[in-house]
Structure formats: structure tokens, C-alpha cells
């Protein structure tokens, strides 16, 4: 239904001089769409009102209205291009009267929770990047012909924004830190099972995948399903379930405007550096019954962040395990992406976060991932599943091997993961799992690799003389085929 005006938009930004890569593309689609939605929202709020004789206060005052600058209609409802702005004129009433006014909800708001403060914040952070007028106005009409009232359209949008995420990641640069496969995610919910009334963070959300996947899980695919969910429940779902933190600008923009689209209203991500937060002073209040995440690894932290960790350690992702450890409840699960070096690096830090592991929590699950998993990132990972509060038994480790080289056009997908989601609910061994005694790690290095010892053996090496012989036996019989072919001739 939307697919071509997705399409339509991105050839506008093209050719637009401001826009040169993928991220740009998402970011300046993010806010038109934002605007958009908030546009048809309040349009619905409005009306629902007045079936029941209210006064809707309108979020956007009238002046600032989607239809009063970005798509003025005629009385038939036909786009009124006298009335439209365009060109310089257009630039100039976005760039010093629309974003400074929809930055200023972030200091008139009640709270952060509210979606004025989300308005507030997006626009804070975002810059229009636009700077023909007239490619603006051709973007602009065609966002107007997205539409976000029917559960249908907002599926069909939440897809398509999706695939300009996957897109950007591909692109290179940064953009890779704001995508993980969604086969992946979706295992990886599937695993840890989340209910109705567990709260659920990721304190490293990027483009909020991990929170979107595990709402459609609650949503549609959890036991009951939508069809059965009350109002207070989904009250619930939309207001006390999902959390989390984001540091940098877009990533920000694009998870607030990534979970709109999968129905949360007033998504609770806050844009803030987690790893400033000093973990001597989390609170019971503060924790999560569910951490589902996978956090930037290879970046480097300054000596007064480390200050803020037990275990010092400039590793990014190693910070992050720490931070999630700390904010889960007592029985809390989580499930976290990290490389696979973690599992045997000999450093102080690695071999003290895997005692603690150990020790602290019930590691109990190690998804081994093959290379080509992240596109374009260059290394391999693992994910660490786990519950806080009593020490690791067991380990059921399981080796990823989708049979086929993945890259671009052949990345991972739900089936390359169906095994693993199966095999990991009863902990069952096969040529590509098996289980680990705890008490046979070695309590020095506390080496956590992964060693599949049941899988199948590969042939020996042969030696060299028996290949020789072979290569000669060849030779012979090839020498004697081309024999019988000059006798015919």
C-alpha cells in the first residue's frame, strides 16, 4: 500500500543536496513522519471527543498544524497549492519558526514520560537537512499520503520504517550500531519469555528493535494475544513495560519514532549516556524484570566512567554487562549480545566478569553465532543468557550454523534459528549443543570458549604421499582416455 511512496520519498532525497547517505534519509523521513502521525493522532483524539461532547486540546497549536503548512487542503479536500509554502519561504518557516517551536515542548511539559517532551526532545536533537525548498514541498506531499489510522496502516509503516533502518545499518558508517537482525531479536525474546506486567529495558536501544520485538510478542504472540488483551492491559503494555536509554542524537530519534509505529504512544526512552550512571547508586525501584540488549562493543570509555563499575575496564560492552546485571531484579532474565572473545580473553576485567557470571548468575544459555550474523561488523559474537541470584550449574551452549555463507543478500532469518529456539526450552544436546558442568571450568582463567565436542568428526588429513599417488593414478587414466580419443579421429 505504502511501499511506492517509500520509495517516491527516497528518490526526493536523492536528489537533494542537504542528504548525502542513508542515515540522512531516515532522519529526515523520521520527522516528516513524526509530524504526520502526531498529525493523524490528534485528528482521532479529536473526534473521539466530540462523539462524547468533549473539547480536545489540541498538543500542536493551530498555527503549527501538519495541515495548515505541510498540506493545506480546499473545502474538496484537494491539496491547495496557494496556500502550500514552497521554495526559500518554506526553509525559512522550518528552520526558525516550526523546530524552535516543537523544540520548546521539551522545557513546557509536565514530565518525561509525556509525548510533549518527546516532541520536545526529537526536535531538540534533529536539524532539517533540507535546503531546497522545493524538494521539501514534494516530500512533504508525499508523506501527507501516509496514513496512521487503521492497526493495518500502522503495521505495514512499522515494516517499511523497519527496512530503512536495515538499510542504514548496511550503509556503513555508524549506522550499523543501530541494527540487529530482527531473526536474532526474535530468538532471543522467544527464549526468555516475557509476560504481561515484567518491565523490559535496554539500556543501549538504538533503533529500539528489542523493545519493539518483545511488544509484538506481548502483542500478537504471547498466550492470549491481542484479541484478549483488556484495556487496562493494554494500558499497561503501552505506559509500564518498555524502557530505554539511548546517547547518540539519531539512534534517539529513529527508536522513538520506530516503537510510535509499533504502537507506543509515548515510548520511555530517555536520551542519555547509561554508562554515566554510578552503579552504587541503583535503587530496588530502579530495576527491570527483563534486559534484553546488544550494546556497542570495541569503544573505549574514559578513566571517570570507569570510576562509575566495580570491574574497570575501558571496553564499552563489558561496562554495559555490568550496568545490566546491576539493574535486574533479583530472578530477573536477560539476554545479551557480546563478542565472542569475551568467552577466553585472559585480561583482568574479562576473567572477572566471567566470575561474576559464574558466581552471581545463572548463566545458563550460550547462543555461539557465526560470522556474517551483523553485517558488515567484522567480528563474532555470542549471546549470554541469564538470571541474577544464583550461581551457574549448568551451561547449554548452541553453535549457530545456518549451513551457507551469510552477507547481504543471504543474512540470517527466522528458520536459521527455529532449532536453536526448540533445543534451548529442554536444554537437549545434539551435534550442535551440548552441556557444560560449572564445576568444570577452570577456576584460574574461568574460560567460558565455545568447544562442541558433538560434532561430527571431519575426515583426517591424508598425507601427502597418498595424495600423490592419487594425483598420479589420474594422470594415467586421463593420458589413456585421450589416447582412445586420437584412435577415433
Known amino acids: 500500500m505504502f511501499e511506492q511512496t517509500f520509495k517516491n520519498i527516497d528518490d526526493v532525497l536523492w536528489k537533494e543536496a542537504g542528504c548525502s547517505s542513508e542515515l540522512d534519509y531516515t532522519e529526515q523521513t523520521s520527522w516528516m513522519l513524526f509530524l504526520k502521525y502526531l498529525d493523524d493522532l490528534e485528528g482521532e483524539r479529536a473526534i473521539e471527543a466530540e462523539l462524547v461532547g468533549k473539547?480536545?486540546?489540541?498538543?500542536?497549536?493551530?498555527?503549527?498544524?501538519?495541515?495548515?503548512?505541510?498540506?493545506?487542503?480546499?473545502?474538496?479536500g484537494r491539496f491547495d497549492y496557494d496556500a502550500a509554502l514552497t521554495g526559500d519561504d518554506l526553509i525559512q518557516y522550518v528552520d526558525t519558526e516550526l523546530f524552535p517551536y516543537l523544540s520548546g515542548f521539551k522545557h513546557r511539559a509536565s514530565s518525561p514520560d509525556t509525548i510533549e517532551y518527546k516532541i520536545g526532545e526529537i526536535f531538540g536533537e534533529i536539524k532539517n537537512k533540507f535546503q531546497s525548498g522545493y524538494s521539501l514541498r514534494d516530500a512533504l506531499e508525499l508523506v501527507d499520503e501516509l496514513h496512521f489510522k487503521s492497526q493495518k496502516e500502522k503495521h505495514e509503516l512499522s515494516h517499511l520504517y523497519e527496512t530503512k533502518i536495515k538499510n542504514m545499518g548496511n550503509a556503513g558508517r555508524n549506522g550499523g550500531e543501530y541494527y540487529t537482525p530482527r531473526p536474532l531479536i526474535r530468538a532471543m525474546v522467544h527464549v526468555i519469555k516475557p509476560t504481561l506486567g515484567e518491565t523490559i529495558y535496554d539500556g543501549a536501544c538504538g533503533s529500539a528493535g528489542f523493545l519493539c520485538e518483545s511488544h509484538d510478542y506481548l502483542r500478537y504472540n504471547a498466550e492470549g494475544g491481542s484479541a484478549k488483551l483488556s484495556t487496562q492491559q493494554l494500558n499497561t503494555l503501552q505506559t509500564k513495560t518498555f524502557y530505554g536509554k539511548e546517547k547518540k542524537s539519531l539512534a534517539y530519534v529513529i527508536g522513538i519514532m520506530n516503537m510510535i509505529l509499533h504502537g507506543i504512544e509515548a515510548p520511555n526512552i530517555l536520551h542519555t549516556?547509561?554508562?554515566t550512571?554510578?552503579?552504587?547508586?541503583?535503587?530496588?525501584?530502579?530495576?527491570?524484570?527483563?534486559?534484553?540488549?546488544?550494546p556497542p562493543f570495541g569503544g573505549k570509555e574514559r578513566k571517570e566512567i570507569q570510576q562509575n563499575f566495580p570491574i574497570k575496564t575501558g571496553e564499552t560492552a563489558f561496562l554495559f554487562l555490568q550496568h545490566f546485571i546491576k539493574y535486574l531484579k533479583a530472578g530477573g532474565r536477560a539476554?545479551?549480545?557480546?563478542?565472542?572473545?569475551?568467552?577466553?580473553?585472559?585480561?583482568?576485567?574479562?576473567?572477572?566478569?566471567?566470575?561474576?557470571?559464574?558466581?552471581?548468575?545463572?548463566?545458563?544459555?550460550?547462543?555461539?553465532c557465526p560470522s556474517g550474523t551483523?553485517?558488515?561488523a567484522g567480528v563474532k559474537t555470542v549471546v549470554l543468557f541469564f538470571e541474577k541470584g544464583a550461581p551457574t550449574r549448568k551451561i547449554w551452549y548452541y553453535q549457530l550454523d545456518p549451513g551457507r555463507n551469510m552477507g547481504k543478500t543471504n543474512p540470517l532469518n527466522d528458520n536459521d534459528l527455529k532449532e536453536f529456539?526448540?533445543?534451548?526450552?529442554?536444554?537437549?544436546?545434539?551435534?550442535?549443543?551440548?552441556?557444560?558442568?560449572?564445576?568444570?571450568?577452570?577456576?584460574?582463567?574461568?574460560?567460558?570458549?565455545?568447544?562442541?565436542?558433538?560434532?561430527?568428526?571431519?575426515?583426517p588429513l591424508r598425507e601427502p604421499e597418498e595424495i600423490l599417488e592419487e594425483i598420479a593414478a589420474l594422470d594415467a587414466e586421463s593420458a589413456k582416455v585421450l589416447e582412445g580419443i586420437r584412435g577415433m579421429l
Not at 59 to 70: C, G, M, T, V, Y
Not at 277 to 294: C, F, G, S, T
Not at 342 to 362: T, V
Not at 363 to 368: E, K, N, P, Q, S
Request: charge should be negative; hydrophobic fraction near 40%.
Open 55 to 76: 473539547r480536545y486540546d489540541f498538543i500542536i497549536d493551530e498555527k503549527h498544524h501538519w495541515s495548515r503548512w505541510a498540506a493545506p487542503k480546499t473545502s474538496e
Open 273 to 275: 549516556n547509561t554508562l
Open 335 to 368: 539476554a545479551m549480545v557480546i563478542k565472542n572473545t569475551f568467552l577466553s580473553n585472559s585480561d583482568n576485567a574479562s576473567k572477572a566478569l566471567r566470575q561474576e557470571l559464574l558466581e552471581n548468575c545463572n548463566l545458563h544459555t550460550v547462543l555461539d
Open 277 to 294: 550512571e554510578n552503579l552504587a547508586d541503583v535503587q530496588e525501584k530502579d530495576r527491570y524484570d527483563i534486559i534484553l540488549a546488544n
Open 421 to 459: 529456539v526448540e533445543l534451548q526450552a529442554s536444554f537437549a544436546e545434539s551435534e550442535k549443543s551440548w552441556t557444560v558442568d560449572a564445576g568444570d571450568v577452570d577456576q584460574n582463567s574461568f574460560d567460558l570458549s565455545v568447544k562442541n565436542p558433538n560434532a561430527p568428526e571431519e575426515a
Open 374 to 376: 551483523f553485517l558488515g
